[in-house]
């Protein structure tokens, strides 16, 4: 018998259908349980069983003001649906994926907004049969199963001796330094007023410290140091084989090349320690971009990232945002936002 529910952070179907599944640290309750305030609503996670097999996708639900209705979004990052079930069986996740519309329409959502895992693939068929895929192009990756010889071979050049000036400068790269951790964070308040962010990104020093409390051993801090004064950080996650940069930010741009040092130091702390891979991410928006150019002068790994966007209720949806066009499903989704 297949049957899908909507669990809560505390509910220990959640864990449980993690570990059956091979995942990621997005995928947790924890984390969920604190992206949910950034994105103004509740954390809640789609299982779905079928046999003895399982889906599981995080969200939040957020409220659509003034409709009494609600919308999901992934968490931020990438936690897309896993399953203990490979993505060649097509059949079972598109009825997973068929059992998550009619649960969340059933709940008064109109609309849910995910983000694929690019080093977790899912069929992409089978998540079309009920949404619209959007590719954002390529994010980046390191296999930390290679020789370091081979890691830097595949650096470009530029980076190579801009590293070698950074060393040569006396910059140092220290791990898990928390008593650098309130320093580092004004180092990335400082970049977000220099590079012009959105406000989403300006987290609260309050977050980063329940984001260390709520994700423990798997959250790291690189720091960068020169004569005792803290040039950047890179905060990133470890989880499974599996590392990603959070946030990385450098005092006044990139003094010293201590961004680049940074990313060198930490694939090389991270193939010490075991794991397989580590995610760099992509452009802004997945864009082919300056930024993305920069990771990808690190390494040769490139997967393509999907977003899946879903309009659950669509006769809700058509009075909030008309009808559902071409435009309005690969631009800003949902576009009544």
């Known amino acids: 018998m297949a049957e899908g529910a909507l669990l809560e952070p505390d509910d220990t179907a959640w864990a449980e259908a993690l570990d059956r599944t091979r995942h990621d640290i997005y995928h947790l309750p924890g984390y969920a349980r604190l992206d949910a305030p950034l994105s103004g609503g509740t954390p809640m996670a789609f299982r ?3 046999a003895d097999h399982v889906l599981i996708i995080p969200l939040i639900l957020r409220p659509v003001p003034e409709t009494g209705l609600q919308d999901a979004v992934s968490p931020y990052g990438y936690p897309g649906p896993v399953s203990d079930v490979a993505p060649v069986n097509t059949g079972f996740w598109a009825r997973a994926a068929r059992a998550m519309v009619e649960l969340l329409r059933a709940h008064g959502v109109v609309t849910a ?3 694929l895992h690019p080093l977790l693939p899912a069929p992409r068929l089978s998540l079309e049969t009920v949404g619209t895929l959007v590719n954002h192009g390529e994010t980046v990756s390191l296999d930390l199963t290679r020789s370091t010889e081979q890691l830097w071979q595949e650096t470009h050049r530029s980076h190579r001796n801009q590293i070698g000036k950074a060393k040569r400068a006396g910059v140092a790269v220290t791990f898990d330094d928390w008593a650098r951790f309130d320093v580092w964070i004004d180092t990335y308040h400082a970049t977000m007023r220099r590079v012009g962010a959105r ?4 987290f609260d020093r309050e977050h980063f410290h329940r984001l260390r409390d709520a994700l423990g051993g798997h959250l790291h801090l690189a720091t960068a140091v020169r004569d005792g004064e803290v040039l950047g950080g890179n905060l990133f996650f ?3 084989g599996m590392m990603h940069t959070h946030l990385q930010s450098t005092r006044d741009g990139q003094i010293f090349h201590a961004d680049k040092l940074l990313y060198h130091e ?3 702390w991270g193939r010490e320690r075991g794991n397989r891979v580590y995610h760099l991410g992509g452009g802004l928006g997945g864009s082919d971009d300056s930024l993305f150019r920069y990771k990808a002068a690190f390494g ?11 309009i659950t209720d669509p006769a809700a949806y058509q009075r909030l945002a008309g009808a559902p066009t071409a435009a309005a499903l690969s631009g800003r989704f949902p576009p009544y936002r």
Do not use: S
Request: proline content about 4%; hydrophobic content about 40%; overall charge positive.
């Open 300 to 310: 040769a790994g490139r997967q393509p990232f999907h977003t899946w966007r879903l």
């Open 113 to 115: 907004f995910t983000r």
């Open 266 to 268: 930490v694939r090389l």
């Open 48 to 50: 779905y069983d079928e």
């Open 238 to 240: 470890e989880y499974a």
């Open 199 to 202: 406000a989403f990104y300006f």
